[in-house]
């Protein structure tokens, strides 16, 4: 290769190189935020709702370009999203921990949380159960009875009927 190539590859390429560094200039200058003069040309001359149309564009970053990007996000799958959403059951594991352990609560406890655990209102209580006094026992006995209405009476009451 001759001298006066290279010399001329490498003014090319220092060329590029200007050219490439005016154009990251002037893609900087086009990010930033205009300032509210040069937003009122883009802005219609209706007068209501001027101000707003005059922050909505200042917000965006250059001229009607929105600030939203896709260029990182991660694509999910939606089988993904939905196992994340959906929760892991626990039922196996709790059932192993609870008939492992070997405790047992006693009835008065078990009440004591039914009661607790039962609504406020009559509807929602089973009714109380009434314990029935045993039967008393006469200390007569049939016959005694009998006796004792021959004597009183002359005869048996059940006998006259």
Do not use: C, W
């Not at 300032?35 to 007068?47: H, I």
């Not at 655990?117 to 049939?142: I, L, M, W, Y």
Request: glycine content about 8%; hydrophobic content about 25%.
């Amino acid at each position: 290769m001759s001298a006066s190539m290279i010399r001329k590859g490498l003014e090319l390429l220092s060329d590029d190189i200007k050219d490439g560094s005016k154009k990251q200039k002037s893609a900087a200058k086009k990010k930033h935020t205009p300032s509210k003069a040069e937003l009122m040309g883009l802005v219609s001359s209706n007068r209501q709702g001027v101000s707003r149309q005059v922050r909505r564009l200042q917000g965006r970053l250059g001229p009607g370009k929105s600030k939203a990007t896709v260029k990182d996000k991660r694509i999910k799958s939606a089988v993904e999203e939905f196992r994340k959403k959906q929760g892991k059951s626990h039922l196996s594991s709790n059932l192993l921990y609870f008939l492992g352990t070997g405790f047992r609560a006693t009835d008065s406890d078990t009440m004591k949380i039914v009661n607790q655990n039962s609504g406020r209102q009559s509807r929602h209580r089973p009714d109380r159960t009434v314990k029935k006094a045993p039967e008393e026992k006469s200390v007569f006995t049939e016959d005694e009875f009998q006796q004792f209405q021959k004597e009183y009476f002359g005869r048996t009451v059940e006998e006259g009927n």
